[in-house]
């Protein structure tokens, strides 16, 4: 997705992920307006409203935008459940202060400065609940000092947020390319698919090795056979839409178990032993390790919905801890009691014993901090000119320009091209999300390299 698009629609799953219930598609601008009359009341003062509607709308479009259900599966682009989404009561009468207000704004939204994707604008009521992020009756109060809606919102979200006002509406698109991918085509989804299949394969040897030359062979049609085998999909060869999306959520999940601190929790740190019982309003370091194993177990488990690492157990914690429990036919009270974490960990345990070891893997340099764009120069600015020429050997599209630390006309075209290529906002401005993508394309093909001929590339890093 090349763009944050209001969606003119929006389906609405009425209940839990997982239990069987009617779908309904909506416009969008009522969806909001259902929800923000079941979540707040009417009387309260206008910033604090505002304020509210501004992270409903935004959190149902961090849904729809990273595509949360619908990568996993799910016909859906949310659901009425307050343990996982927001309140929604489908066929409700609608606050006239509130429709008001959802007219005006239902096409802002928030988001961190320099970043282009909505804002996961968590929130609760702040009175039987709280979480990391927006409290609605502590909006009231602000409101009632004197706070307009921008202050009350960095009051919760920090100081490094803006709102994006009168964003385009439209029919938001799947990052699937629509048809299915097979023997015979060329460019970007070929590349993509054989670049994740090659990440994968990392981890699942049974996964053939293939070149990423943006043709789609016999080669790469194998390769795909291997993983649907591995995965239970129909073994076709071709990428459907379910292939496409299970390749996403793979080549995310390897990355992440490869690294092991790449939620800042490291293998040594974490204690396997129950440390006390954990439910709805724990925090703290147990929850984290408790999130970090549902989320591997979430990345090889249909029935495990993913998690946030963020340390407290909230609603969606507790949905994927039912869920797992209700897996292994467990009390399912969403509480991790001694018999609960032992499950966990005992299936936490036998995902790494299952996976090889990952030595040679090649990262790049991390995000410098700073936005690199046509004019400047410096360090920064020649490495990703020695990332992009690197990826060009491999996208013909893409052109390689000399690492001479200046960023030019050609560097700034080279970026486009990459971006196009990639599905990122063509603006030749190397921004954090670009920046990412070019070091993740850029150390994935070079420690396929690495792994080929046993030779590590300057100015990388290498795990061991």
């Avoid at 649907?228 to 178990?257: A, M």
């Amino acid at each position: 997705m090349v763009e944050v698009i209001i969606p003119s629609t929006i389906t609405v799953h009425l209940g839990r992920p997982k239990e069987a219930a009617e779908n309904v598609t909506i416009p969008f601008i009522d969806y909001i307006k259902n929800v923000a009359s079941s979540e707040i009341y009417p009387t309260w003062p206008e910033s604090a409203l505002r304020a509210n509607i501004y992270a409903q709308t935004t959190f149902a479009l961090n849904r729809v935008f990273t595509e949360w259900y619908r990568s996993q599966g799910y016909p859906f682009d949310i659901t009425n459940s307050t343990q996982c989404d927001q309140a929604f009561e489908y066929g409700r009468d609608i606050f006239t202060p509130v429709s008001r207000i959802v007219d005006e704004l239902f096409n802002d939204y928030i988001r961190r400065i320099g970043t282009f994707e909505p804002l996961f604008a968590q929130y609760c009521n702040g009175t039987t609940t709280t979480c990391n992020g927006l409290s609605q009756w502590g909006t009231v109060d602000l409101a009632n000092s004197g706070q307009i809606p921008f202050e009350i919102l960095q009051n919760f979200y920090g100081d490094d947020i803006e709102i994006v006002r009168d964003a385009f509406v439209g029919e938001a698109q799947d990052s699937y390319p629509g048809t299915p991918i097979g023997i015979g085509d060329t460019g970007k989804y070929p590349s993509v698919i054989q670049i994740e299949l090659n990440r994968i394969s990392t981890n699942y040897p049974k996964i053939p090795k293939i070149e990423v030359d943006g043709r789609y062979g016999e080669q790469t049609a194998e390769a795909v056979r291997t993983f649907q085998e591995i995965f239970n999909l129909n073994p076709t060869g071709i990428v459907d839409k379910d292939t496409w999306y299970r390749l996403v959520r793979i080549y995310i999940s390897v990355k992440r178990l490869s690294e092991l601190n790449s939620e800042g929790i490291k293998l040594e740190d974490i204690s396997f032993q129950f440390p006390q019982a954990l439910s709805v309003g724990s925090e703290g370091d147990n929850v984290r390790v408790l999130q970090l194993f549902l989320s591997y177990i979430s990345a090889f488990n249909d029935f495990i919905p993913a998690v946030n690492i963020d340390g407290i157990f909230g609603p969606a914690t507790e949905e994927a801890v039912r869920a797992f429990q209700r897996y292994k036919g467990l009390t399912e009270n969403g509480i991790v009691d001694e018999e609960t974490w032992n499950q966990i960990y005992y299936e936490y345990r036998n995902i790494l014993q299952s996976l090889p070891n990952i030595e040679g893997q090649i990262v790049a340099e991390p995000y410098p901090g700073v936005e690199l764009r046509q004019g400047m120069n410096g360090e920064s600015i020649r490495l990703i000119q020695e990332y992009i020429s690197y990826i060009a050997l491999f996208f013909r599209s893409i052109s390689t320009v000399a690492p001479t630390g200046y960023f030019g006309p050609g560097t700034a075209a080279s970026v486009r091209r990459f971006q196009s290529e990639f599905g990122l906002p063509v603006t030749g401005v190397v921004d954090e999300a670009t920046w990412n993508r070019i070091a993740l394309v850029y150390s994935d093909l070079q420690t396929e390299q690495v792994r080929l001929d046993g030779q590590t590339p300057a100015n990388a890093i290498t795990q061991q």
